[in-house]
């Protein structure tokens, strides 16, 4: 297809204007894909496959969807419905990011096939947008567009490198056929020789006196976060920050 013949898929209309209504739906079509893709991976995604979840001929549903790119750009729409930004922006631009990074965390993870189809270029979907809407409008009174750009990029690779890496630990772990606790048991040997030979000062002070590593998952997490809000608090003018020790407090409550 060339870039003259190219239409994004949501400037097709989904019903023609004329003629009986359609059997199906792409919100059908999309809610099938994804169901398929959390019980058995993208790559199970055909149009065959959907064809065969929603009773349809597959040659019939390249009429609503009509190339697989498409298909994964109504997907990834979809899932960004699940981030509830209802009530935002409230006037504390900390606790809407936050709710913000919660919910993009737990989506993901709920879905982690989105790992391997999570694309830079925006496809302008209608969640995504309302995203956008709505995320950057926490910040949207304070700084400069160019600024919130920064900012939300800071905090976006935070989030997706944060839950890359938990998706992909736990893919390691469960291809060990260990338990996480059972791989950290069979890891130690190696350690106790590290901390031993005396050659690793740094290494051997994160075995020893580090608690991040030991902390929940969901703490790990929010430790990260509240050092990224951090470093968008300090970009903003002082009279927006929220009260900061405040949140710190609840987090070092939930530490202790």
């Given at each position: 297809?060339?870039?003259?013949?190219y239409v994004n898929?949501?400037?097709?209309?989904?019903?023609?204007?004329?003629?009986?209504?359609?059997?199906?739906?792409?919100?059908?079509?999309?809610?099938?894909?994804?169901?398929?893709?959390?019980?058995?991976?993208?790559?199970?995604?055909?149009?065959?496959?959907?064809?065969?979840?929603?009773?349809?001929?597959?040659?019939?549903?390249?009429?609503?969807?009509?190339?697989?790119?498409?298909?994964?750009?109504?997907?990834?729409?979809?899932?960004?419905?699940?981030?509830?930004?209802?009530?935002?922006?409230?006037?504390?631009?900390?606790?809407?990011?936050?709710?913000?990074?919660?919910?993009?965390?737990?989506?993901?993870?709920?879905?982690?096939?989105?790992?391997?189809?999570?694309?830079?270029?925006?496809?302008?979907?209608?969640?995504?947008?309302?995203?956008?809407?709505?995320?950057?409008?926490?910040?949207?009174?304070?700084?400069?567009?160019?600024?919130?750009?920064?900012?939300?990029?800071?905090?976006?690779?935070?989030?997706?490198?944060?839950?890359?890496?938990?998706?992909?630990?736990?893919?390691?772990?469960?291809?060990?056929?260990?338990?996480?606790?059972?791989?950290?048991v069979r890891s130690?040997?190696?350690?106790?020789?590290?901390?031993?030979?005396?050659?690793?000062?740094?290494?051997?002070?994160?075995?020893?006196?580090?608690?991040?590593?030991?902390?929940?998952?969901?703490?790990?997490?929010?430790?990260?976060?509240?050092?990224?809000?951090?470093?968008?608090?300090?970009?903003?003018?002082?009279?927006?920050?929220?009260?900061?020790?405040?949140?710190?407090?609840?987090?070092?409550?939930?530490?202790?």
């Amino acid at each position: 297809m060339t870039d003259a013949e190219y239409v994004n898929i949501w400037m097709r209309p989904e019903r023609p204007a004329r003629g009986p209504k359609p059997a199906y739906s792409r919100a059908q079509i999309t809610e099938a894909a994804v169901r398929i893709a959390d019980a058995e991976g993208l790559e199970a995604v055909t149009m065959r496959r959907i064809a065969a979840e929603i009773g349809a001929g597959a040659m019939s549903l390249y009429r609503y969807v009509p190339s697989r790119d498409d298909l994964i750009e109504l997907m990834a729409d979809r899932l960004m419905g699940e981030i509830d930004v209802a009530g935002l922006p409230s006037g504390d631009w900390r606790a809407d990011l936050t709710r913000y990074a919660d919910g993009m965390r737990a989506m993901w993870l709920r879905h982690p096939w989105i790992i391997t189809v999570h694309r830079s270029l925006p496809s302008f979907g209608p969640n995504q947008l309302l995203l956008i809407e709505r995320v950057m409008g926490a910040l949207d009174a304070h700084v400069s567009i160019d600024e919130n750009l920064g900012l939300m990029a800071i905090l976006n690779g935070y989030i997706e490198g944060a839950v890359r890496e938990e998706i992909s630990w736990a893919e390691e772990v469960r291809r060990s056929g260990l338990s996480e606790s059972e791989w950290m048991v069979r890891s130690s040997p190696r350690v106790h020789q590290l901390v031993k030979s005396g050659e690793y000062p740094i290494f051997t002070k994160i075995v020893m006196q580090a608690r991040q590593p030991h902390l929940s998952r969901d703490d790990q997490f929010r430790y990260g976060l509240e050092r990224v809000l951090d470093c968008i608090a300090a970009a903003l003018p002082p009279t927006v920050e929220p009260p900061v020790a405040a949140h710190r407090e609840g987090q070092e409550d939930r530490d202790d």
